[in-house]
């Protein structure tokens, strides 16, 4: 019977391509790395620049523009630890610490173990588990076709003291900031 082999392989991809956060999900394991440029301003105005890299299995590299220039953290996903050049690669100190290290973690409480695109999707794809997602909406981003989705939930996910996660996503995967390359 391959044909019905050949029906579930229709199904599932239907059903994938109804639901933006399982085809975006279903994007991020086919990739093998992507480089971005992260830029945002908080609600008090503190601005960040990180550039951020990611290569499977889990490699992260940070190198923090603003603030704390020069700064480089380096994410081992198999030993499980976060090398730390606060001064660049070519100074001292270094420093290895675990990625739940208070040192390390950003204001809201991530850390440098979840922050990858998987980890934002997989974050989005519990927070509309407990609440609801919006009707995606089709905008433009940079000049770019984007897809909107606006999820508001229920309590806020435990490992974040942040406001409730939203995302945008662009035509079946997340939308990066400028200049980024998935």
């Given at each position: 019977?391959?044909?019905?082999?050949w029906l579930l392989v229709l199904l599932a991809v239907n059903a994938m391509a109804?639901?933006?956060?399982?085809?975006?999900?279903?994007?991020?394991?086919?990739?093998?790395?992507?480089?971005?440029?992260?830029?945002?301003?908080?609600?008090?105005?503190?601005?960040?620049i990180i550039r951020y890299a990611w290569r499977k299995p889990g490699w992260i590299r940070m190198d923090f523009v603003q603030p704390h220039n020069g700064t480089v953290m380096i994410l081992d996903p198999t030993a499980r630890r976060v090398q730390l050049w606060p001064f660049g690669t070519q100074h001292l100190p270094t420093f290895n610490l675990a990625p739940d290290n208070p040192l390390i973690r950003g204001p809201c409480g991530h850390q440098?173990?979840?922050?990858?695109?998987?980890?934002?999707?997989?974050?989005?794809?519990?927070?509309r588990e407990r609440g609801?997602?919006?009707?995606?909406?089709?905008?433009?981003?940079?000049?770019?076709?984007?897809?909107?989705?606006e999820i508001t939930g229920g309590r806020r996910h435990?490992?974040?003291?942040?406001?409730?996660?939203?995302?945008?996503?662009?035509?079946?995967?997340?939308?990066?900031?400028?200049?980024?390359?998935?």
């Open positions: 019977m391959p044909w019905l082999s109804a639901d933006p956060l399982l085809e975006a999900q279903a994007r991020f394991h086919a990739l093998d790395g992507y480089r971005v440029t992260l830029r945002s301003a908080s609600a008090d105005g503190e601005r960040q440098v173990d979840h922050s990858d695109a998987g980890a934002l999707l997989a974050n989005l794809t519990a927070l609801s997602m919006a009707a995606p909406a089709e905008t433009m981003i940079a000049g770019r076709p984007a897809t909107t989705l435990p490992r974040y003291r942040g406001a409730p996660l939203s995302g945008v996503a662009g035509p079946g995967h997340p939308v990066p900031p400028e200049g980024a390359k998935l």
